[in-house]
T-cell receptor
Framework: EPEVTQTPSHQVTQMGQEVILRCVPI?????FYWYRQILGQKVEFLVS????????KSEIFDDQFSVERPDGSNFTLKIRSTKLEDSAMYFC???????????FGDGTRLSIL | GENVEQHPSTLSVQEGDSAVIKCTYS??????FPWYKQELGKRPQLIID?????GEKKDQRIAVTLNKTAKHFSLHITETQPEDSAVYFC???????????FGKGTKLSVKP
């Protein structure tokens, strides 16, 4: 069964540095999402992406965040000037269409020191 | 925007018993309601979902019911097994882009 893949599995970064989290969505899926889960808390929506542009974003997704689909397979989340509170598990998800089952990757655990 | 409330936060049952987790949502435009199971350190895995034009859906030991008028939906697990132990999240989606708004999760413990 096809899966969403994410790299790296764990990223440790100094506060103030930039990080790029990478995702390869399922190949025939058209909608891509990033979610965040702080340890022990609920999953929070960050941003949705369709047709090579952001379609919706949450209040969490401020100017330090950006997303990109640099080629036909990768979908990236960039966090500029990371803060301690950015420490969380970041999940990428994809679906064939909107309001269809979303398949999650294994996540990237981001630790900001 | 949408807000999803989930209860209880923890649930402990004996193996073989049933477990029920309840969620309410605020946006009457929401029309897709998935449930995810998350084991410690793992990805959320979709276990069942329901759309607003359906009142109930069942898949083996798992069922979901939806009451659109009251804006609540529930997950029912029958004949629970120790491997059902995990955190379960409900979610609601109604925006055109399908972004999911999650509840805070229920930690289910099934004791042998």
């Amino acid at each position: 069964e096809p899966e969403v893949t994410q790299t790296p599995s764990h990223q440790v970064t100094q506060m103030g540095q930039e990080v790029i989290l990478r995702c390869v969505p399922i190949s025939n899926h058209l909608y891509f999402y990033w979610y965040r889960q702080i340890l022990g808390q609920k999953v929070e929506f960050l941003v949705s992406f369709y047709n090579n542009e952001i379609s919706e974003k949450s209040e969490i997704f401020d100017d330090q965040f950006s997303v990109e689909r640099p080629d036909g397979s990768n979908f990236t989340l960039k966090i500029r000037s990371t803060k301690l509170e950015d420490s969380a598990m970041y999940f990428c998800a994809s679906s064939v269409f909107s309001n269809q089952p979303q398949h999650f990757g294994d996540g990237t655990r981001l630790s900001i020191l | 925007g949408e807000n999803v409330e989930q209860h209880p936060s923890t649930l402990s049952v004996q193996e073989g018993d049933s477990a029920v987790i309840k969620c309410t949502y605020s946006d009457s435009a929401s029309n897709y309601f998935p449930w995810y199971k998350q084991e410690l350190g793992k990805r959320p895995q979709l276990i069942i979902d329901i759309r607003s034009n359906v009142g109930e859906k069942k898949d083996q030991r798992i069922a979901v019911t939806l009451n659109k008028t009251a804006k609540h939906f529930s997950l029912h697990i029958t004949e629970t097994q120790p491997e059902d132990s995990a955190v379960y999240f409900c979610a609601a989606s109604g925006g055109s882009q399908g972004n999911l708004i999650f509840g805070k999760g229920t930690k289910l413990s099934v004791k042998p």
